[in-house]
């Protein structure tokens, strides 16, 4: 099994950056596609972003396009999401998720999930 730690969360002002860090612990993390999810109290988990096993491919959702990037560094077993141009809107509890079936935007194809880190964006 793989277990995964998100950091990397906190307050920032609109307009500005953050970086989430997912640490993995386990030996197969190259065998695993990662993601980026998030969600607001009350409402149902939204999708933010993927990268597959090699990091050659990502998708990312339309409203985060252009602002976030998702990247992977395997000989560290972590994933990032690097996060631009913050929006109030972008304010959510952060997880990151690992899965073995490939690129999937479906939250219920993810195996293992993160205990999630907080982003406020402030304005």
């Known amino acids: 099994q793989v277990q995964l730690v998100e950091s990397g969360g906190g307050l920032v002002q609109a307009g500005g950056s953050l970086r989430l860090s997912c640490a993995a612990s386990?030996?197969?993390?190259?065998?695993?596609?990662m993601a980026w999810f998030r969600q607001a109290p009350g409402k149902e988990r939204e999708f933010v972003a993927v990268i597959s096993q090699g990091g050659g491919s990502t998708n990312y959702a339309d409203s985060v396009k252009g602002r976030f990037t998702i990247s992977r560094d395997n000989a560290k077993n972590t994933v990032y999401l690097q996060m631009n141009s913050l929006k109030a809107e972008d304010t959510r509890v952060y997880y990151c998720?690992?899965?073995?079936?490939?690129?999937?935007?479906?939250?219920?194809?993810?195996?293992?999930w993160g205990q999630g880190t907080q982003v406020t964006v402030s304005s």
């Open positions: 386990g030996r197969t993390f190259s065998s695993y596609a």
């Open positions: 998720a690992a899965t073995l079936r490939g690129r999937t935007t479906r939250d219920d194809y993810y195996n293992y």
